[in-house]
């Protein structure tokens, strides 16, 4: 009974605590940044690019980095999803680049990488194409304290800082020129807020696969709600991150006795109603 | 009191020179001054230039105020956002003081501009929910906010009716009068220009063409440079100078440098 709760269960409750506010923070900050209310860290290839990684391990056993062969999918995954970031980091440095280019870059990356992942799962054995289905759909099922602990880690670490750039993040809700005229450094701010977003998103993505839903439904929840004052809607996020997964995870267990669902058709499927009905009902319109 | 002067101030995006080499007289503190020009002759960029925002050549001379106690309030662009009205002014003050906790004095600093500009009812409104005008008093409040000794607004009267006109331009002189700010407005309506402000800068396809007090400076001929109208300067029945518009001159290109 111990070993079931304490090795089994709990890592993984806890697991859809982390996840959730990591995804949903992440979410939070790129939609701020981005000015986009469909932005996430899936919309810039992120998450694609993890499946990759993923993939890579699982059909044709290339590991990214030499490391323990437990470890191979996890850190392929990571090592996609930050090589990702990084090239849609250096496009968004170079001259003239807008929020715009910056979407559509992401969006071109995306289907890149899908198409990538699409030509493996063609060529893989039976066995591996269905290791990598399942892996992408995202599940909690394989959380460990480890993997627990080192997402709580980074969630630990980017808070803080977000935290400390409150005031600058929420002054650029309003628009761009606005911000640029109260001091806030725009361009500067965007680019380290992309760098945080992508540690805060490749780490539970490798560890969980794709659970989309939350990185774009997590901050939205917050946002209307709280609103967008960031000393508000950050914590707000975090929380509304880590409940929804966390119901979703009880969720996915409670339906069908003996079989846990893949989180991520759970999350996808209950969360879209919740959310609609919050759009809906809630008179702060922001976009 | 404070006094700003451009000293042959150059302007650029990348390696596109907009102004060369752009100088005006010292421009006092304490009075409203106008900047004018047709569309597109680079009031924005001169704004922007001031601002820090653009680089260049020269050098923009700021006695009595350090270049940080500049606000720039660029042209209307939308605000969508979920955030109240009083919430993006105290972010616009929390910007300069930092922290996460407002104090008494930062919360009657916001109280108070909200009131000055009468606008103090519409403290719970959303940003989304406000008219284009109401949007335009947000935006002042904003950037007076943090008490600036140097104010540069880009039409800040062009979407209020004519009571908020009045009642903006006779708050930002009283702000004027009050701090010793230099407030430099750019204005399209001549006669406003000629009722608040003292000064006058004209420029037209990225040059300053003239500079000094007003009456001066809009002179007919002036009128007619800057936005090909013949228009006569007279005094009306109670002493005060008024344009009155006769007709647009034909062969006038706008000239944009755009």
Redesign the interface.
């Known amino acids: 009974m111990r070993m079931v709760v304490w090795e089994i269960r709990m890592p993984i409750a806890l697991m859809a605590v982390t996840v959730g506010a990591c995804l949903s923070l992440a979410g939070a900050q790129m939609q701020t940044i981005l000015a986009n209310p469909l932005a996430s860290p899936f919309t810039l290839g992120i998450s694609a690019a993890a499946s990759f990684g993923a993939a890579l391990a699982m059909v044709l056993g290339v590991a990214l980095v030499p490391a323990a062969l437990a470890l191979m999918v996890p850190i392929n995954a990571f090592a996609m999803a930050m090589l990702a970031s990084l090239l849609i980091f250096g496009l968004s440095t170079m001259r003239g680049v807008t929020v715009e280019t910056i979407v559509l870059l992401g969006i071109a990356l995306v289907f890149t990488v899908n198409a990538l992942l699409a030509l493996l799962q063609y060529f893989a054995s039976e066995q591996a194409l269905a290791a990598v289905v399942f892996w992408t759909m995202g599940s909690l099922t394989k959380a460990t304290w480890t993997k627990v602990a080192v997402t709580a880690l980074i969630l630990v670490v980017v808070t803080p800082i977000f935290a400390r750039r409150a005031w600058a993040l929420t002054a650029i809700r309003p628009g761009e020129a606005r911000a640029v005229a109260m001091g806030v450094p725009v361009r500067r701010l965007r680019l380290e807020t992309l760098i945080l977003v992508s540690a805060l998103a490749a780490v539970p993505v490798s560890f969980v696969g794709t659970i989309g839903f939350i990185g774009i439904v997590g901050p939205h929840i917050a946002r209307l709600l709280l609103g967008e004052d960031q000393r508000f809607s950050l914590p707000g996020s975090i929380l509304s991150g880590a409940l929804s997964l966390s119901a979703t995870s009880v969720l996915s267990k409670a339906n069908l006795p003996g079989a846990v669902l893949p989180i991520g058709i759970i999350a996808a499927l209950v969360g879209v109603p919740v959310f609609a009905t919050l759009i809906f009902t809630n008179g702060r319109r922001s976009w | 009191m404070v006094t700003l002067q451009l000293r042959k101030v150059e302007a650029r995006y990348?390696r596109r020179i907009i102004y060369a080499e752009a100088s005006t007289p010292e421009i006092a503190g304490g009075h409203l001054t106008a900047l004018v020009g047709a569309n597109a002759a680079g009031k924005s960029t001169l704004f922007r230039r001031i601002?820090g925002?653009l680089a260049g050549k020269g050098e923009v001379f700021i006695a009595g105020a350090e270049p940080?106690d500049l606000?720039?309030?660029?042209q209307d662009?939308?605000?969508?956002?979920?955030?109240?009205v009083y919430?993006?002014v105290?972010?616009?003050l929390?910007?300069?003081q930092?922290g996460?906790r407002m104090g008494a004095e930062e919360l009657d600093a916001v109280d108070k501009i909200l009131s000055g500009l009468k606008i103090g009812a519409l403290s719970d409104r959303?940003?989304?929910?406000l008219s284009g005008g109401q949007r335009q008093l947000v935006?002042i409040a904003?950037?007076l906010v943090t008490r600036p000794r140097i104010v540069l607004m880009d039409e800040p009267t062009a979407a209020l009716d004519l009571y908020r006109q009045y009642e903006v331009l006779e708050h930002l002189r009283a702000y004027a009068a009050d701090t010793g700010a230099v407030v430099i407005l750019a204005l399209y309506d001549l006669n406003q220009v000629m009722r608040a402000c003292t000064m006058t800068i004209a420029v037209a396809e990225g040059r300053i063409v003239a500079a000094g007090p007003t009456l001066e400076t809009l002179r007919p001929e002036m009128i007619r440079k800057l936005y090909g109208i013949e228009a006569r300067v007279e005094t009306c029945s109670r002493g005060c100078p008024m344009m009155v518009v006769d007709r647009a001159v034909e062969d006038h290109e706008m000239s944009g440098y755009r």
């Open positions: 990348g601002a925002q940080g606000r720039y309030m660029p662009t939308g605000m969508s956002a979920a955030l109240t919430e993006s105290v972010l616009a929390k910007q300069r930092g996460w959303h940003l989304a929910e935006s904003q950037t």
